[in-house]
């Protein structure tokens, strides 16, 4: 089991540019999330799947930011015009299913904008 | 004001020692609470879910969960220097499905 997988580990943009991240979810887990974590605001929920259906994206910044799960093996985050204030790390989980199993965290994507 | 509030914010206690952290949530939908241990530079990892009242073991670490006054605490004894981290709580409620809503998390360090 490699565990939840996250690529890149690393990113750097430019103020302006776009960033995708990639995840990749334990393999039978159903229900996928996205998390960002900054020193300041520190772990916050962005958006959740569930059998590749959006179920909640209430954390999600209503411009620039987008979330898809077009298979059952990988979900992206993308984020348009990325702005400084967009470093982090964005973490990925994933669960058996939804509800109240235990997520499981990948190593996350250090995003720079510069 | 974060729905989940945790205390101390930083934690030192001796190798050998008790470490108790606290957690609240002012938010009356949650159901169930998670401790998440992260140490630098990983990802976080579950240590303890608990959603009943009452005590729950596992080797040495302890959670207490006060479904009235929503609070929770995690003891860890015979601290280890292995066991230095940052201590996530987070809780999830019945009306928000599946997501997490983490507190600011107490930086502990055991001291050799």
């Known amino acids: 089991n490699a565990g939840v997988i996250q690529t890149p580990r690393h990113k750097v943009t430019g103020k302006g540019q776009e960033a995708t991240l990639w995840c990749e979810p334990i393999?039978?887990?159903?229900?996928v999330f996205w998390y960002r974590q900054t020193i300041v605001q520190g772990l916050e929920f962005l958006t959740y799947f569930r059998n590749q259906a959006p179920i909640d994206d209430s954390g999600m910044p209503k411009e620039r930011f987008s979330a898809q799960m077009p298979n059952q093996s990988h979900s992206t985050l993308k984020i348009q015009s990325t702005q400084p204030q967009d470093s982090a790390v964005y973490l990925c989980?994933?669960?058996?299913?939804?509800?109240?199993?235990?997520?499981?965290f990948g190593p996350g994507t250090r995003l720079t904008v510069l | 004001q974060q729905k989940v509030q945790q205390s101390p914010e930083s934690l030192i206690v001796p190798e050998g020692g008790m470490a108790s952290l606290n957690c609240t949530s002012s938010d009356r939908n949650v159901d169930y609470f998670w401790w998440y241990r992260q140490h630098s530079g990983k990802s976080p990892k579950m240590l303890m879910s608990i959603f009943s009242n009452g005590e729950k073991e596992e080797g040495r670490f302890t959670v207490h969960l006060n479904k009235a006054s929503l609070h929770t605490s995690l003891h860890i004894r015979d601290s280890q220097p292995s066991d230095s981290a940052l201590y996530l709580c987070a809780a999830s409620g019945n009306n928000a499905g599946a997501k997490l809503t983490f507190g600011g998390g107490t930086r502990l360090t055991v001291r050799p």
């Open positions: 989980a994933s669960s058996l299913r939804g509800g109240f199993a235990e997520q499981f």
């Open positions: 393999s039978g887990h159903s229900a």
